[in-house]
């Protein structure tokens, strides 16, 4: 058999269509490789964050404390960034004077919307990218099986012209088209994983802020009338009417 019917032969070999097959298979594996690189670091100091603004939350004394040290903070994560939103939302000024003439159903209702744009708003910051990485994951296949038969056809038409069939020349230019189905599910198995990882991870993400989310809304709700302690423990917080919280809170959805 011929000698150097590797992939320099193979590049060497292919034509316009394959070469544009293969631009695109890269581009699809550097897209989607930047983005679970940048998202794995993202998520990994997201949560090292929220670790420690949870501890430090939950150590406060009362709710005005926590007024007092978001306001002079700025936020650096979607649990400090939801805490300070509703915190804010309930104590400005004007909205005290406008929750004056509200009942108090319709001021648990202003709260449960204001948590849930802030739960939606970190929904969408998570979900940016996986479209691409689903995309890599489904199409780099297809995409290399496109160029495989694209190769194999100008193969064929070669070896009719050249009215040679034997197995040496039939091997080296069907090997060679092949390649284009590997670089395919090479492009495709990475961004399968990490996608299914992400959603996983986003999923737990999304639940972990809504059951901080019930959290906050007992706080500011219980702690505006009997200046409850922040750092109770999370049982007692939930002692509040959970049943009329979760009623609430499908409601604002």
């Not at 319709?106 to 910051?125: H, K, W």
């Not at 296949?141 to 039939?170: C, E, M, N, R």
């Amino acid at each position: 058999m011929e000698q150097g019917l590797g992939f320099s032969h193979f590049l060497n070999q292919i034509d316009e269509v394959g070469i544009g097959v293969l631009v695109l298979l890269l581009s699809l594996s550097i897209a989607s490789w930047y983005l679970i690189i940048t998202k794995s670091i993202a998520n990994l100091i997201a949560k090292r964050r929220v670790e420690a603004f949870l501890k430090h939350f939950w150590s406060y004394d009362s709710l005005q404390t926590a007024r007092v040290e978001l306001k002079n903070a700025a936020p650096d994560n979607a649990f400090s960034e939801l805490a300070k939103m509703s915190i804010d939302a309930t104590s400005d000024s004007k909205m005290r004077s406008m929750h004056k003439s509200l009942t108090a159903e319709g001021t648990s209702e202003f709260l449960t919307r204001t948590l849930r744009n802030g739960i939606d708003q970190e929904a969408t910051r998570v979900e940016n990218g996986l479209t691409l990485i689903a995309t890599a994951g489904s199409a780099a296949p297809y995409i290399g099986l496109f160029g495989t038969v694209w190769g194999i056809y100008h193969a064929l038409i070669q070896i009719g012209l050249s009215g040679q069939g034997t197995l040496d020349k039939v091997a080296g230019p069907v090997g060679e088209a092949l390649i284009m189905t590997a670089l395919g599910l090479a492009v495709a198995i990475p961004a399968v994983l990490a996608y299914n990882a992400f959603v996983r991870r986003n999923r737990i993400w999304l639940a972990r802020l809504e059951a901080f989310a019930h959290d906050l809304f007992v706080l500011i709700t219980a702690g505006d009338n009997t200046d409850a302690s922040i750092s109770s423990s999370p049982q007692s917080r939930h002692e509040i009417d959970a049943d009329s919280i979760d009623v609430v809170m499908e409601r604002g959805q």
